[in-house]
């Protein structure tokens, strides 16, 4: 506690006040929709000062008396100015015009300069609108499948949702929306993620450099927040795929108060399945549905409340045999309350459960259903407290309550047991301050401390093990009884400095812990992984990453910007399997679990053209991710899956016409590091491979170019006017756009396992058979709006 | 629209196969031993080898091993080599509750290995039934087997079943039958023999052998048939089955009990 005084005494000791000042705050909104324009720049002309909108669209900046021309911009909306004379505290609302750009190609969604200053470097902010242009297997633009298209990000298999960052593996990663943990962002087994782009407003990764308000993983955030529904008309919004359908309204509520979005997807192979006379497909499942919600209500001028909701369900099924569901569902409610134009609070309650089922009638009789989950509520309170035209000053906390459900049988027939794995209880909280601040005109450093703690508590069945995974004491623990206690200490520091104004340098160090870890069984994330909790046996994962980086812009006008980024992470009580671990349904699985130490290492090379006709960006990372687990490997260093060496992503959009978009990505990766034999022998009659070292084999290079080409229809109609009768150019409310991808346009049959067996036509030999999941797909999409 | 479907079928759901050619790292060679007794009377054999290179077409039999049988009774004998890595006892049987140790002397360094003879579990009963088309997903209309046994209570139970038709031993990766009594212990428990291979016709003689294992080596089963039969482990790395044996020799030595019943196919 004494260090977190320390802390907090040295950042109000930066307080500076600014006596005879005023401050100038507001709220930048659509002029249509009343939706909040979060990151527009605000800029003062006279002074040359400015702020940036934070995500509710409120700003606030302090100036000394006088008249200003107050400049707001942002991508896609008409520049806004307004004079304003200043001379005393001032509350605004600006709004802002939607602008002919918004049918332009424009992808970036800052300010030119703005990346070079922001102290934190290996962040990746998304632009939903860039998405859509870019050609994903399925055409369905997708989130996740967008970012692992950027340096330092890759994917976790074939068409997975799981995504490795900077040689982490993917439960490493803090997927959030609306503030809610998604514990298993995938579905159809990874083809498609959860998040449906129609209902996402803003996406930001961050590799590094994250700050003090997160926790709870290792390696990044993806924080996404989904859109809030216009205040002021109505809206809708769809796509029709092959494979999928999405629709979305939104609209006011009571205008200019209140609004509601909802969006929902489903996907219809099942149908297709339908129809085939063969019983073994017609009598098949396989679909999933997802829907997304919000609702936000302004009460008053200074409090807003939103309530936000994210279910989807995955359903596969074969006749009446075997039926198996799962899906996540999550709910955000969030007041915002402002004290003052300097002092904001959030206040969230959290929801986030995963659930799987599995129900087999066995044609022997042996019926029984399987049910595992994760499911966690939390509180959280952020305050966000302007100390300054440059300095601000973050600080909250939060609690969850984690309750993990391994599994539990419940058997249907008279041939099996009822089986329930003990259910896990953990308290997860953690308090944070933070303080970004700029230092004269060139220097930024945003700094900060959490501090987070885990608590274990009853009811629980406590084994403590010996070193070969031998139980030596089952204590028996009472409920709400405290048995192990965490505490963890993360500090986090991020720094820049301009160079020049086209140029700047970024460093930072951050530490975090994970106090829960995916058990998964094949690496790539599968529907019935489990989680587990940190407990007596288990400890925490404890990373830290620092890393140094260089950005610059350059070109007419900034259209070019490029970065050079290293990163060295070290990574603790790294979780791996002993031999033969069986990780379902085992209620002592901390037994079949190893604890070793991790390190990655690389360097993320990024180049981006951002504006103008021909747009794209290269981004290539040599990295290597190696592990280190005592009773693995017989102790010695081994490389871990994600190992990916050489990994290169080229991704190209060209505007042949105001109408017309080509584009095309081309991913490259070394083959994921994996065991295989290095030697047989005979055993029981069969033919059996040796295996030595682990993961000192490849995988073949990965490699894949996808096209896509976006259609968009006429803008404008020609209308007869009824008073003068002349024909005249009209906007037209309904719009439309027909996305057509190829994925693997080259049919490269990129290997997603490699097995080996024995020969058929030659006994006693090996051979390696390689299985590639997609040759070409092909799709098309058609999108409409009004 | 039934265009549409083969398009969308044969484009997406195409999954490929093909054989490749990978570049391995072969290791020193490492001991194999594999022994297996039961409650009859009978020679049985010690076999002892090494790995040899992944492309590789000989064996590697260790013949100047010592090899010693020993129980927990007192009893113990050399086995005497026969050629190709083979060792032999005397004409013995095993016996329930005993334990039997294999010890491997190699070039100075020493191999041991032990299993007990569990209590055999009997079969309840072995039936033919006869599935009806479009009854069961993926079997096609006949005749099948299916075997009954109640498992004793307490948990640590371990079963292998060995199939044979018209004394054709079904041997291959795809014929290892092991349950346990993790899920349904002290309940009866059917094993059904669904499927194309084990189709029966009117005067097929089919065979069923109940083993009833030690559990290390049921594990040793278990893990040998992911890597086998899968390609990996439930973990998703493959590695090599859990053997027992101690200086860590490959191989399992399984001295076993069993129950078996026979019948005719009407």
């Not at chain 1, 020049?500 to 930072?508: C, F, L, T, V």
Request: proline share 3%.
């Amino acid at each position: 506690m004494k260090k977190l005084l320390l802390v907090s005494t040295l950042l109000l000791m930066m307080v500076s006040v600014y006596a005879q000042e005023f401050t100038l705050s507001g709220i930048v909104e659509v002029k249509t929709s009343a939706e909040p324009v979060a990151f527009a720049n605000v800029y003062i002309a006279e002074l040359e000062k400015g702020a940036q909108t934070d995500l509710n669209g409120k700003f606030s900046i302090k100036l000394p008396a006088g008249e200003y021309t107050v400049k707001i911009s942002f991508v896609g909306y008409e520049d806004f100015e307004e004079k304003i004379n200043l001379n005393s505290d001032k509350k605004m609302t600006f709004k802002m015009k939607a602008g002919e750009l918004l049918d332009e190609v424009e992808v970036l969604g800052e300010k030119d300069d703005d990346k070079l200053k922001d102290p934190t470097g290996g962040i990746v902010k998304m632009d939903v609108k860039e998405m859509e242009k870019i050609p994903v297997i399925f055409g369905e633009a997708d989130v996740i499948k967008t970012i692992q298209l950027m340096p330092g990000i890759s994917s976790a298999g074939e068409g997975s949702s799981g995504f490795y960052v900077r040689g982490g593996s993917s439960d490493q990663n803090l997927v959030l929306v609306d503030d809610a943990p998604v514990f298993n962002p995938a579905h159809l087994l990874g083809f498609f993620s959860v998040f449906n782009s129609n209902a996402l407003s803003t996406v930001e990764l961050f590799k590094g450099g994250i700050s003090p308000k997160y926790g709870g993983r290792i390696s990044s955030v993806l924080d996404v927040t989904m859109k809030e529904g216009s205040m002021d008309k109505w809206g809708f919004e769809g796509g029709i795929g092959l494979i999928s359908s999405r629709f979305t309204f939104e609209g006011p509520l009571a205008k200019e108060k209140a609004s509601i979005i909802i969006s929902g997807r489903r996907t219809y192979a099942d149908i297709f399945l339908g129809l085939s006379k063969d019983p073994t497909f017609n009598s098949s499942k396989a679909y999933f549905y997802d829907l997304n919600g919000k609702i936000a209500y302004k009460i008053g001028k200074k409090d807003k409340l939103t309530v936000s909701g994210y279910f989807g369900k995955d359903v596969l099924g074969f006749s009446d045999v075997f039926a198996f569901d799962y899906g996540n569902s999550t709910a955000t409610a969030k007041w915002n309350h402002v004290f003052n134009s300097d002092f904001y609070m959030n206040t969230s309650f959290i929801f986030s459960d995963y659930v799987y089922n599995i129900q087999i009638e066995s044609p022997s009789g042996t019926d029984f259903k399987i049910k595992s989950g994760i499911r966690d509520y939390q509180f959280k309170l952020d305050f966000v407290k302007k100390l300054g035209d440059w300095n601000t000053l973050i600080f909250g906390g939060n609690a969850i309550f984690h309750h993990f459900r391994p599994g539990e049988i419940t058997s249907l027939s008279e041939f099996i047991n009822d089986t329930k794995i003990e259910d896990r209880y953990g308290w997860e909280s953690g308090i944070y301050i933070g303080d970004q601040m700029r230092i004269g005109t060139r220097f930024n450093i945003d700094f900060g401390i959490r501090m987070s703690m885990y608590n274990c508590f009853g009811p629980a069945t406590e084994y403590l093990w010996d070193d070969d995974g031998v139980v030596t004491d089952t204590i028996f623990r009472a409920k709400n009884e405290t048995y192990k206690t965490y505490i963890g200490w993360e500090p986090r520091l991020n720094m820049s400095f301009m160079i020049n104004e086209n140029m700047s340098i970024k460093a930072g160090y951050n530490r975090n812990y994970q106090y829960m870890t995916l058990l998964s069984q094949t690496g790539s994330g599968q529907p019935t992984d489990v989680w587990v909790s940190a407990s007596s046996s288990v400890k925490p994962q404890i990373g830290d990453q620092v890393s140094l980086g260089y950005f610059v812009n350059f070109g007419k006008n900034s259209m070019f910007e490029a970065s050079v980024e290293v990163f060295y992470k070290h990574m603790q009580n790294q979780l791996d399997y002993r031999n033969g671990a069986q990780i379902l349904f085992n209620q002592q699985v901390e037994a079949s679990l190893l604890q070793g130490t991790g390190y990655s290492y690389g360097a993320e090379f990024f180049i981006k053209k951002r504006k103008g006709r021909f747009q794209g960006w290269i981004g290539y990372t040599l990295m290597r991710s190696r592990r280190k687990v005592p009773g693995i490997n017989n102790g010695e260093e081994y490389s871990a899956r994600q190992d990916r060496i050489h990994d290169i992503n080229v991704v190209l959009m060209f505007d042949i016409t105001k109408r017309l978009t080509i584009s095309s990505t081309f991913v490259y990766n070394t083959g994921d590091a994996v065991t295989w034999p290095a030697g047989k022998y005979e055993v029981d009659g069969q033919l059996v491979p040796y295996y030595a070292s682990r993961n000192a084999s490849r995988m073949p290079d990965y490699h894949r170019m996808d096209l896509g080409l976006i259609l968009k229809d006429k803008k404008f109609k020609m209308k007869k006017n009824k008073e003068t009768g002349e024909k005249e150019k009209v906007e037209k409310r309904f719009r439309s756009t027909w996305a057509f991808s190829i994925y693997n346009v080259y049919a490269r049959q990129n290997a997603f396992t490699v097995s080996f067996e024995e020969n058929p036509d030659n006994p006693g030999q090996f051979q390696a058979n390689q299985l590639a999941l997609f040759r070409i797909v092909p799709s098309v999409t058609w999108n409409f709006k009004f | 629209m039934r265009l549409l479907y083969i398009v969308f079928t044969v484009l997406v759901f195409t999954s490929c196969e093909k054989i490749i050619d990978v570049d391995i790292a072969d290791s020193d060679p490492q001991i194999v031993i594999e022994g297996i007794m039961n409650t009859d009377t009978n020679i049985y054999s010690v076999y002892v080898k090494t790995t040899v290179p992944y492309n590789s077409t000989d064996n590697s039999y260790i013949n100047n091993a010592q090899v010693e049988l020993s129980d927990n009774q007192g009893n113990s004998q050399m086995l005497t080599f026969v050629g190709d890595g083979e060792y032999q006892t005397t004409n013995m049987n095993g016996v329930v509750g005993v334990n039997y140790t294999v010890t491997v002397n190699h070039e100075g360094v020493v191999y041991q290995n032990g299993s007990t003879i569990r209590n055999p579990v009997p079969l309840d009963s072995i039936r033919t039934v006869f599935i009806p088309e479009n009854t069961v997903p993926g079997v096609d209309e006949g005749t099948y087997l299916q075997v009954f046994y109640t498992d004793p209570a307490g948990l640590g139970d371990r079963y292998r079943i060995i199939f044979s038709r018209n004394d054709t031993v079904f041997s291959t990766v795809d014929d290892y039958f092991l349950s346990n009594d993790v899920f349904d212990d002290g309940l009866q428990d059917i094993v059904s023999f669904f499927g194309d291979r084990f189709k029966l016709n009117s005067g097929d003689k089919v065979k069923i052998e109940f083993w009833t294992l030690d559990e290390h080596v049921y594990d040793y089963y278990q893990t040998l048939e992911n890597i086998i039969s899968e390609g990996f482990a439930p973990t998703g790395v493959p590695d090599n089955p859990n053997s027992t044996w101690t200086n860590g020799a490959l191989g399992f030595f399984n001295a076993y009990s069993y129950d078996v019943d026979s019948l005719i196919v009407p």
